[in-house]
């Protein structure tokens, strides 16, 4: 993983085989590292579905100074969720250490 906090993900990328490839090949990190999606295809569908196959957030590729924030936000808002869920996993691992015996008092 190394200093890598986040990745952006360009689904039109020339060596792929299509949007979903794209992702797929990739994935298999999206528990280690958030993934964002950018693309220039505007496919709702799409996006719901790699959101729901693990993609952090979906953006739109239009480049413009206000999009520069917004994909500042994102990546900021992603890195939190991200700390987030990674302490409440933390927590449910430790809770359920404590109901299956793995603490004494």
């Known amino acids: 993983r190394g200093d890598?906090?986040?990745?952006?993900?360009?689904?039109?990328?020339?060596?792929?085989?299509?949007?979903?490839?794209?992702?797929?090949?990739?994935?298999?990190?999206?528990?280690?590292?958030?993934?964002?999606?950018?693309?220039?295809?505007?496919?709702?569908?799409?996006?719901?579905?790699?959101?729901?196959?693990?993609?952090?957030?979906y953006l739109q590729k239009e480049i413009s100074i206000e999009t520069v924030d917004q994909i500042q936000n994102t990546i900021d808002f992603c890195l939190e969720r991200y700390a987030i869920n990674k302490g409440l996993k933390s927590d449910h691992a430790t809770l359920m250490n404590y109901v299956n015996g793995g603490y004494s008092c």
């Open 4 to 57: 890598t906090d986040v990745v952006l993900l360009d689904l039109g990328l020339p060596d792929s085989n299509g949007p979903k490839d794209s992702f797929d090949h990739i994935k298999k990190y999206a528990d280690k590292i958030p993934i964002i999606i950018m693309t220039n295809r505007c496919d709702h569908e799409l996006a719901k579905t790699l959101v729901h196959d693990g993609a952090a957030d």
